[in-house]
T-cell receptor, first 114, second 116 residues
Framework: AQSVTQLGSHVSVSEGALVLLRCNYS??????LFWYVQYPNQGLQLLLK??????LVKGINGFEAEFKKSETSFHLTKPSAHMSDAAEYFC????????????FGSGTQLTVLP | DSGVTQTPKHLITATGQRVTLRCSPR?????VYWYQQSLDQGLQFLIQ???????AKGNILERFSAQQFPDLHSELNLSSLELGDSALYFC???????????????FGSGTRLTVV
């Protein structure tokens, strides 16, 4: 079964510091990978996704993620954190041909300190 | 506004009661997904409908049921409610097929259910 693991349920960074949120997946075939963000009292919003092609994908709000097949990882980064980045971030996976819905990780709560 | 509408936004009810949560998908989307989000279980997939038919079931309790109507709106029915059913219930929609999922889900803002 496909699964996705997010390391670290809570991450705190200072404003202006690098943001790194970790996501590892398990799959024997190349998956489709997604990052979603959830702001307080809102639904999830798509940040970025990897389907095929370039392994470094850029998303909204300055975030990017790199698909590394050898490490089965899809970590989310942003060079400089902003206060408005404080939210919960979810990694999700879809295995082509075998699943009809996204499987989400447990989420990482990002706190940005002034 | 994401285009996915969920009502009501908040619901408080007593144990043993039954409630219905409603979702209108984004215009043109045929697939509807229901998820439950709680502190201890995270985001759990409950059930998916596609163009009126059930397509996939996840961790949905027997006390819960759902349906999708001809106008594509969906309802999630929760009965014999227990304290542990208190959670955020999200509806998401996508266009048809795998390409629709790859394009990304559109989530509603959720219904917060509190069982007292």
């Amino acid at each position: 079964a496909q699964s996705v693991t997010q390391l670290g349920s809570h991450v705190s960074v200072s404003e202006g510091a690098l943001v790194l949120l970790r996501c590892n997946y398990s799959s024997s075939v190349p998956p489709y990978l997604f990052w979603y963000v959830q702001y307080p009292n809102q639904g999830l919003q798509l940040l970025l996704k990897y389907t095929t092609g370039a392994t470094l994908v850029k998303g909204i709000n300055g975030f990017e993620a790199e698909f590394k097949k050898s490490e089965t990882s899809f970590h989310l980064t942003k060079p400089s954190a902003h206060m408005s980045d404080a939210a919960e971030y979810f990694c999700a996976v879809l295995i082509s041909g075998s699943a009809r819905q996204l499987t989400f990780g447990s989420g990482t709560q990002l706190t940005v300190l002034p | 506004d994401s285009g996915v509408t969920q009502t009501p936004k908040h619901l408080i009810t007593a144990t043993g009661q039954r409630v219905t949560l409603r979702c209108s998908p984004r215009s043109g989307d045929l697939s509807v997904y229901w998820y439950q989000q709680s502190l201890d279980q995270g985001l759990q997939f409950l059930i998916q409908y596609y163009n009126g038919e059930e397509r996939a079931k996840g961790n949905i309790l027997e006390r819960f049921s759902a349906q999708q109507f001809p106008d594509l709106h969906s309802e999630l029915n929760l009965s014999s409610l227990e304290l542990g059913d208190s959670a955020l219930y999200f509806c998401a929609s996508s266009a048809a097929g795998e390409q629709g999922i790859i394009s990304g889900y559109t989530f509603g803002s959720g219904t917060r259910l509190t069982v007292v």
